[in-house]
């Protein structure tokens, strides 16, 4: 199994602890801690040594900050976890705060005062967020901190030892380009940039970089370290060589000189002793290193990590991965929905699901010889008005029975050698209501609206992000995340800077892969999410028009459930759409499927009764 059902947070850890940290900061003359959700390289995993705010909280959700001050404590989570926090934190200790509408930077200039002492770890803190979190505080006078060592690291006695899983190489064929070729195109980059050497804290652009992939954190193939890029090529990479076999290590050693990650800091020390011109990401680089920079003499260039950009706009080779692994999921996901289909209402669990989902990727990686490496993330199995959360994250504790008459949510994804999935898909339980038929058919068609829509070069998803809403706001309605995030090759399943969202500033470009998931979330009752990924296509010319214009491919092949459709709400050219879509869908992961399954995918693709009017 790679998804295990034990990890929902439990609140009772949070006073005693909570307790230790305070007695800690009176002991050191400090009047708060802030307690982020992240690790010295700002990912969405961290391995379980970093998990502080969990362990800290009992809040598992994959964002979120702490305050704990001398006599008052209050946690940030986003709309993703509004409902998660209020079930996994001591609401006695902890007040929920928005981490969107008033985040830890607001905050603290109506809730510090003048004087106070409040400490961080600046290897938790990006650049960014210190520059605002010191704005604020210099406003209201208060005092921020860094710390040399993290308190919740002196606290907790039984904290686990930093990952060392082996390192593999990636190959060639899947990477699409050799790491030398990179490392090249990188070095240029950084000296355009007027650097003369840029940090790499973020390990899918290590991984990226040095095609390699490893096991550091759950559901990522990645290996935790930083790498030193020269514009004069002379690179360097911090990792522990634990991780490396001899085939492992000699292919490094020709891209890079390579250190242990206890040398890192003294490295970045020296260089900028020398004057060195060293580039940081301010949105991912911890706070650290900037002190380390300026505090030796060195000048900090800030500068987006230069490995972003070439990562997230695909090569061919990782696109034609991408399709294949796409083609071998969807005939996964087909069986589960098959199968899921013919069970009894209240027979099933929301954990049998996943079990049973995992099975099916198995069955059909060894099928194909393309085994399955793991799933993307922990699946969001959500029955009834357990799918009302956003992410939420099914354990033992919470696993549902799919009942008569509710509505199921079931968003997954896989990691493939070639290739990383992510789909959502909603499907009834008996009967639905016709106001789930209505809200679903609303998402449906934000999902399309994305999947038809061209645009010119230069777009940014913030322009395009309530296209998904429109139909939904007619009607009142929306959803409080974004409509797409960015997705790598063998990579993260969450990859950046491309998104679709109202914060979506980065332009979409060529090769581009992101999700397209609209929703809907009645609290309580259910919830409705439709979610495919999607290939940002070459731009073109249009008949008729002036301008080229991009558009988008869409990957995921798995049937949207036509039972939830009504079609009297489609316009012509969506249900043209849909039908189309699952044409395809049937031509393309058909094949690999028969009897029984086969059976259910044509009925399932079946074309709809064109009741539009329009």
Request: hydrophobic fraction near 40%; glycine fraction near 10%.
């Amino acid at each position: 199994m790679f998804q295990t059902f034990d990890s929902a947070g439990d609140p009772s850890v949070g006073k005693p602890r909570v307790a230790a940290l305070r007695q800690w900061l009176a002991a050191n003359g400090l009047d708060g801690f802030i307690v982020p959700r992240a690790d010295e390289h700002q990912g969405e995993y961290v391995a379980d040594r970093s998990a502080r705010l969990k362990w800290l909280t009992g809040f598992s959700g994959s964002a979120g900050v702490a305050i704990v001050l001398r006599d008052r404590a209050f946690i940030f989570v986003d709309g993703r976890y509004t409902l998660q926090v209020r079930s996994e934190v001591d609401l006695d200790i902890f007040s929920v705060e928005s981490l969107v509408d008033n985040p830890p930077a607001v905050w603290l200039k109506d809730n510090i005062g003048k004087g106070a002492r409040l400490g961080f770890d600046p290897w938790l803190h990006t650049i960014g967020e210190v520059k605002a979190l010191q704005t604020s505080a210099d406003k209201t006078g208060a005092v921020l901190v860094p710390l040399e060592k993290n308190p919740i690291d002196i606290i907790w006695k039984d904290q686990p030892a930093a990952p060392v899983t082996p390192v593999e190489l990636h190959p060639i064929g899947f990477a699409g380009e050799l790491a030398k070729d990179k490392l090249a195109r990188l070095a240029t980059a950084i000296g355009k940039d007027g650097a003369t050497h840029a940090v790499l804290t973020d390990p899918s652009s290590i991984a990226w970089t040095f095609n390699i992939r490893g096991g550091d954190v759950p559901h990522t193939p990645l290996a935790l370290g930083f790498a030193i890029l020269a514009a004069d090529g002379s690179h360097q990479l911090f990792m522990d060589s634990r991780k490396f076999s001899r085939q492992v290590a000699a292919y490094l050693t020709q891209l890079a000189d390579p250190h242990e990650p206890g040398e890192f800091e003294a490295a970045i020390a020296a260089l900028a002793k020398g004057g060195a011109k060293i580039a940081l990401d301010p949105v991912l680089a911890a706070d650290r290193l900037r002190m380390l920079v300026e505090d030796n003499g060195g000048t900090v260039v800030a500068a987006p990590d230069p490995a972003r950009i070439p990562r997230a706009t695909k090569n061919q080779a990782e696109i034609n991965g991408s399709r294949a692994a796409h083609r071998r999921d969807g005939a996964a996901v087909a069986k589960l929905l098959c199968w899921l289909e013919r069970q009894k209402p209240g027979s099933l669990d929301e954990i049998a699901v996943v079990t049973r989902l995992e099975e099916s990727r198995r069955q059909t990686g060894e099928e194909t010889q393309m085994p399955l490496r793991d799933v993307s993330f922990d699946t969001i199995s959500g029955a009834g008005p357990n799918g009302a959360i956003m992410h939420y994250r099914v354990s033992r504790a919470t696993s549902r029975k799919l009942q008569a008459g509710e509505l199921f949510l079931l968003d997954s994804g896989a990691q493939y050698q070639d290739g990383t999935t992510d789909i959502t898909r909603t499907v009834p339980i008996g009967q639905p209501t016709e106001e789930m038929r209505e809200r679903f058919t609303l998402v449906l068609k934000g999902m399309i609206g994305i999947s038809t829509l061209r645009f010119p070069a230069g777009t940014r998803g913030s322009e395009i992000d309530a296209i998904a809403r429109m139909a939904l706001w007619k009607h009142g309605c929306d959803f409080a995340h974004g409509t797409g995030h960015g997705v790598g090759s063998y990579l993260a399943v969450h990859e950046g800077p491309q998104r679709i969202a109202r914060t979506g500033t980065e332009k979409l470009l060529e090769g581009m892969m992101l999700s397209n998931e609209p929703g809907y979330y009645k609290e309580g009752a259910y919830g409705i999410r439709i979610e495919n990924l999607i290939l940002v296509t070459p731009a073109e010319h249009i008949e008729g028009g002036d301008i080229a214009m991009h558009g988008f491919e869409t990957l995921t092949l798995a049937p949207i459930d036509i039972r939830l459709v009504r079609s009297d709400l489609l316009t012509r050219e969506e249900l043209h759409w849909l039908d189309t879509y699952h044409a395809r869908v049937l031509a393309e992961i058909g094949p690999m499927l028969d009897g029984e399954t086969l059976a259910w995918l044509e009925k399932a693709t079946a074309p709809l009764p064109h009741d539009a009017k329009i």
